[in-house]
């Protein structure tokens, strides 16, 4: 059972639902250039229509600074949003105020409103509590669906759920139910792969991965500051010196905890970042100093699909190399493969997020094949990080 309060709770029928959405969509020329936020929150939606709620959604797009302006509108998505829904959306020029309060009283049960961008009014981002309250008069139950944006304390994702009736929507739901599984009760042995560009920007996720998970698999440009902390050439590969000592303590605090950290033992190597430059396979102590590592070699791939057959759970963040430029793909899709098969074969529970992470495993060909990928950047690697989402906490049963 879940330890948030869901749809299954709230008394929705006839009512006003405040629902917190993540509208904020990869755009390409003014048109959508990845639906899959939309897709994610369809089925509350439609299921808010089924039970007769008067549905208002609540998003922000892009980071306005100062107040409306045309690039952030979210009028553009209201329609999209309605072919996916499959009915129309109505659409409010502002958040608050006469404009919202006006299409809202004009909605009928089962009816969708969109109202604009949330961050236009800077009470949004403050979490001020007047602009709460002008939000709360809208609804008479608030339902956030919003993972995404939860990690902010803002109005639309924290204040309201201690205004009104909170709950989580479906997709929400879904997102924490994955994370618990994956990071707070998960099935054992667990193992956690962390790559892409940079140590720094992992550290605090390092930490608190290495209290939790029995293993952590290191790959990508990140690897690099390891094995040179280890004392290997990395020749001119990604590489920061300055964190040599920081990820020899890394290593060293994660096997007090009994976690063990998985470097490769071999990589495949260029002279240039570019797709399709000349490559090498070289074992790690041979990397030359004109070359870089850009990608796991064949044999730590092997090791790291073995150490993955022995595990029950894999949380997974960050590519193996750069995998933008092919074949430098290769080890980050050989991996995502046996986890996905593994996943299918009932064995493996597999938990994918963060920035380039879902673009990779897309790739891959295999990421519809895990257990759950998360979409959501920021909020995914804070809860890696450890860190508290206020738009969650708020959510928590009592
Ligand atoms: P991150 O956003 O930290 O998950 O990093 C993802 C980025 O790391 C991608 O753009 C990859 O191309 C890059 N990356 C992964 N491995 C390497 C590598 N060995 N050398 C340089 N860049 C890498």
């Given amino acids: 059972m879940s330890s948030f309060r869901t749809l299954d709770q709230a008394d929705v029928a006839g009512k006003r639902v405040l629902l917190r959405v993540d509208l904020n969509l990869p755009m390409e020329n003014g048109r959508i250039s990845d639906a899959t ?3 994610r929150i369809v089925p509350t939606i439609r299921e808010l229509v089924g039970r007769g709620a008067r549905i208002v959604l609540l998003a922000h797009f892009g980071r306005p600074k100062n107040g409306p302006d045309e690039a952030n509108s979210l009028k553009p998505i209201a329609a999209a949003l309605g072919e996916h829904v499959g009915q129309p959306v109505a659409f409010a020029a502002d958040c608050v105020g006469p404009q919202a309060e006006a299409a809202v009283s004009a909605l009928k049960e089962g009816q969708i409103l969109l109202l604009e961008n949330t961050r236009f009014h800077k009470g949004e981002e403050t979490n001020d509590p007047v602009f709460v309250a002008e939000l709360a008069k809208l609804g008479d139950v608030y339902v956030n669906d919003a993972f995404s944006a939860a990690h902010r304390a803002h109005a639309s994702t924290e204040g309201l759920a201690h205004k009104l ?16 599984a994956a990071l707070e009760t998960p099935k054992r042995p667990v193992a956690a792969v962390v790559g892409g560009a940079k ?9 608190n991965l290495s209290r939790k998970v029995d293993y952590i698999i290191i790959g990508g440009g990140m690897a690099n500051t390891f094995l040179a902390a280890q004392g290997k050439k990395v020749g001119k590969s990604l590489c920061e010196k300055d964190l040599v000592d920081t990820a020899l303590s890394v290593i060293a605090q994660a096997k007090a905890g009994g976690c063990e950290i998985v470097l490769p033992v071999d990589a495949v190597v260029a002279q240039e970042f570019k797709a399709h430059a000349a490559h ?13 590592i850009l990608d796991l070699g064949p044999k730590s791939a092997s090791r790291v699909d073995a150490i993955l057959r022995t595990c029950k759970t894999l949380v997974w963040n960050g590519p193996f190399g750069a995998f933008e430029l092919q074949p430098f793909d290769a ?14 074969a ?26 759950y990928i998360s979409t959501a950047g920021g909020a995914f690697l804070e809860w890696l990080e450890g860190k508290v989402l206020p738009g969650v906490e708020a959510l928590r049963k009592s």
Wanted: charged share 25%; hydrophobic share 40%.
């Fill in 37 to 39: 936020r939309i897709e």
């Fill in 165 to 180: 009736p909170a709950f989580a929507g479906r997709g929400m739901q879904a997102e924490l139910d994955a994370l618990t």
């Fill in 199 to 207: 140590v720094s920007t992992k550290l605090e996720l390092l930490g």
């Fill in 280 to 292: 090498r396979v070289v074992d790690v102590d041979h990397v030359l100093d004109d070359e870089m």
């Fill in 331 to 344: 080890g980050t899709n050989e991996v995502a493969r046996v986890a996905a098969d593994l996943t299918q």
């Fill in 346 to 371: 009932g064995s493996l529970v597999t938990v994918a997020g963060g920035g380039d992470t879902v673009s990779a495993l897309n790739q891959s060909g295999a990421g519809d094949r895990f257990t």
